[in-house]
């Protein structure tokens, strides 16, 4: 972004309202849609057998076209209905959407803690999405995909889109009255990693294999085959504390002495 751009963007003369929900927007769909279409494109054309976890098995066209739907219905209808509420939460916030920006450091300490609270609400959320009370009506969608592929990874019902997805990806910049261009950054680096998550492959190249408590694709992988424990995003730390991760070590202790 050059510096006429960002005095445009940033400018305090601009409508704040349109920046933060037209940012937001572009930044979300170009991550999300242009990761997609990268992950699509590796399994259309098997460009890499040897990273493939379930090794030979795909989704079935049905599941496919139902999430395409869905994906429609949570993109087009829900996000430009939810984004307006968001901002009105951002300014009661104190939320920064003008110049001066965000230092390196303050970006990389915001991110950082804004994924630590997403981890600790989505390991919650999402676990109590699995209580069968609420399992069958609403997050049963997500888990049609035991072979999970990149794009099914906002492949949500709407309550499950909410309590999963959107209240911990806002959670941590509202708390912290993150910049807004800090939200977008970690919005950006959150997308990679939900990609990564269920792109069904273990790339030795991923940045994400360096994070801490989160060996490798592999661990929300199974949560989608097994259907069982694992249910943190990106990091296994609560799963760790509390004891959810049992399967997947049995699983990885299986493994190795195969
Ligand atoms: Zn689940
Ligand atoms: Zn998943």
Sequence with gaps: ?????????????????????????????VSYVGGSLFLATIDYFDLCPESKIQKGKYPDKKTIRNCLAVLALNHLVLQPLLLPLIYKAAVLR???????????????????????????LFY???????????????????HRFY?????????????????S?????????????????TFWVYTIVRVAEALDSHCGYDFWWSPFRYFPFRPSAEVHD????????????????WDWLCGTDAAYKRFLA????N
């Design 1 to 29: 972004m050059d510096g006429s751009l960002i005095n445009l963007v940033l400018s305090p003369k601009q409508d704040t309202f349109l920046a933060f929900v037209l940012g937001f927007i572009i930044v979300h769909e």
């Design 94 to 120: 104190g939320m920064r959407m003008n110049l001066p920006l965000p230092s390196l450091l303050e970006v990389i300490t915001h991110v950082a803690a804004s994924l630590f609270i997403y981890e600790t």
């Design 124 to 142: 919650w959320g999402h676990r109590a999405m699995h209580h069968p009370l609420l399992y069958s009506r609403f997050h049963k969608l997500h």
């Design 147 to 163: 072979v999970p592929v990149g794009f099914s990874a906002e492949y949500f019902h709407p309550v499950d889109n909410l309590i």
């Design 165 to 181: 997805n959107v209240i911990p990806l806002i959670a941590g910049p509202l708390l912290l009255g993150s910049h807004m261009i």
């Design 222 to 237: 199974f949560h989608h085959s097994a259907n069982t424990g694992n249910y943190g995003g990106m990091m296994l730390i």
């Design 254 to 257: 299986k493994k190795r002495s």
